[in-house]
């Protein structure tokens, strides 16, 4: 990882300082299986505390066994009083059915490159590049992911470069071409210059 960060504070002094702010890289990492990629779907717009308690109410409900069979198992109903959106229960579900189907195979994700595994998981209702890119990140553990459209990296950007008005996914394209092939690296540090408690 020291070639990455210094690759970073040569190529941008705005990141050097934030670097330099954060201190030690210290990514979390998740386990590249279905219950990482549920819990993306649990945490889509909602804030780390909020689905934190919800996902806990769901691996309660499934007695701590998150497979696909155990989540089918749950009435659409039941699942909705544990807190989740009508909409999450639905691709909760499409998830456990592709994954019971083998349309999607966890344990293959791991040998393919970053746009094979959008184009598999993109299949399954609710998962959009966003969620994508956070499994490739936390799960698959790329060292060059950029989630342009990540609500947080973009107000990161926009606090970090005194921007007047919120970049564009086309801008923070632009802007991380200096970046490559160490983006995953940048943005973690742009999310922890937001918020140094973030469990990322």
Known sequence: MKKAISHLKRSDPVLAAIIGRVGEYGIRFREPDFETLVKSIVSQQLSGR???????????????????????????????????????????????????DGTVVFEELAGLA?????????????????????????????????PTGDLGIRNAIRKAYALEEMPLP??????????????????????????????I
């Not at 691996?59 to 089918?72: E, F, N, Q, R, Y």
């Not at 200096?178 to 690296?185: A, D």
């Open 114 to 146: 970053d746009e094979e595994v959008i184009a598999r998981l993109t299949k399954v209702k609710g998962i959009g590049v966003w969620t994508v890119h956070m499994f490739l990140i936390f799960a698959l553990r790329r060292h060059n992911v950029l």
């Open 50 to 100: 909020v689905a934190a308690v919800i996902f806990g109410r769901l691996a309660d409900a499934v007695d701590g066994k998150m497979t696909p069979a155990s989540i089918l198992k749950l009435r659409p109903s039941r699942m909705r009083t544990l807190g989740l959106s009508g909409s999450k229960t639905a691709y909760i579900r499409d998830l456990a059915r592709h994954t019971r």
């Open 170 to 199: 086309k801008d923070v394209e632009a802007m991380a071409a200096k970046w490559h092939p160490y983006c995953t690296v940048a943005s973690w540090y742009l999310w922890r210059s937001l918020d140094a408690e973030a469990n």
